[in-house]
């Protein structure tokens, strides 16, 4: 992590990151990978949470026929081990604001078959966590198949929103796989919208790598070696990431955006308290900034932002931040 830059300015202030665009489970059959090509239980198509066109309808039903199988399984978990009923409140409360914002109206049939939970507390956490996951994999990949922007913003929040709940009930497993992840890049963006949408991206992590860099700098490694170690990764992943912004722009011809000469970085850094909750303003600045990219995308690039919002929102609860349903996309939770 590289030590902080002199005094820095007022101009250019992070605020600039805020950029807002315009599972199958133990109870289904679908493949994953191939979200399209197998449409829910659900009829209804009177009931939508966002504005979609009417290709997007088996996108829709799909995502929140496996969003509400979820839901059950934890339900139905917390039913039958009452130890995990306090630890599971908070993902349950989770999914039921991710349905509704996608579902408010109720309308995704339920799966046919009950959720089955077996006898051991511990065997039935371990298997939920495995299906929470899948679930999260899922809506990346409804996301991607998404016609509407603000759909695939939608769908790709309520992925980066369960990984977040992975990553507090499996701390030392779902936050480091969030956290090493690294992909190949954004992919070619579709003409001079896609580029404009790079761009402001790069812009905001330009910010990010600076007031992180700056943040870590005030931190001991020595006193708080975790919130070192969790700083240090995040300012390295937000490098990666803006280097593979920078070379998919120059690859497309572009000439990429330039860091600006300072930041405004929180002027008390005294206590690990006050770094941790500047670091936190970071990271959900910056989800905010990739769940537009994936709005303003398609393709590989909207895969590529949708598990960069993933990595900043579990960052952001590995910071000592509370966990969100939709991060990115708070404007859409009710």
């Known amino acids: 992590m590289p030590s902080a830059r002199p005094a820095p300015s007022r101009r250019a202030a992070l605020a600039a990151v805020g950029l807002v665009a315009g599972i199958t489970t133990v109870a289904c059959g679908r493949d994953e990978d191939d979200p399209r ?18 290709d997007d309808e088996a996108v829709v ?16 978990t917390r039913r039958r081990h009452r130890p995990l009923r306090g630890r599971l409140a908070d993902l349950q409360r989770t999914h ?10 109720g309308a995704a049939a339920a799966p046919a078959r009950r959720p089955r939970v ?9 298997s939920l966590l495995r299906e929470e996951e899948r679930l999260q994999r899922r809506m990346v990949t409804w ?41 190949e890049g954004p992919g070619r963006a579709a003409g001079p919208e896609g580029l404009d949408a790079l761009q402001r991206v790069l812009a905001s992590e330009h910010a990010a790598v ?79 900034a990739w769940a537009f990219l994936v709005a303003s995308s398609t393709g590989a690039t909207r895969r590529w932002a949708a598990q960069a919002l993933t990595s900043v929102a579990v960052s952001a609860v590995g910071l000592g931040g509370d966990s969100e349903p939709l991060p990115g996309a708070g404007d859409l939770s009710t």
Do not use: I
Request: net charge negative.
């Open 37 to 54: 090509g197998s449409r829910s239980g659900s009829s209804s198509r009177s009931s939508r949470g966002p504005s979609v066109a009417a």
């Open 61 to 76: 039903d799909g995502a929140r026929t496996d969003l509400l199988a979820l839901d059950l399984l934890v339900a139905a």
């Open 96 to 105: 039921r604001a991710q349905l509704t914002a996608l579902d408010p109206d």
């Open 118 to 126: 077996g006898g051991d507390p511990t065997a039935a956490l371990a």
């Open 143 to 183: 996301s991607v198949a998404a016609d509407s922007g603000p759909l695939a913003r939608l769908l790709a929040a309520v992925a980066a929103g369960t990984a977040q709940q992975v990553a507090l009930l499996a701390p030392g497993d779902g936050a480091d796989r969030a956290r090493t992840q690294r992909p």
């Open 210 to 288: 600076w007031v992180l860099g700056s943040v870590g700098a005030a931190t001991s490694m020595s006193a708080t070696p975790d919130l070192f170690e969790r700083l240090s990764g995040a300012h390295d992943s937000h490098r990666a990431r803006r280097d593979l912004l920078a070379a998919a722009l120059l690859a497309q011809g572009a000439e990429p955006v330039q860091s600006e000469a300072a930041y405004v970085v929180p002027e008390d850094l005294s206590s690990p308290a006050a770094a941790a909750e500047a670091a936190v303003r970071v990271e959900r600045s910056s989800a905010t």
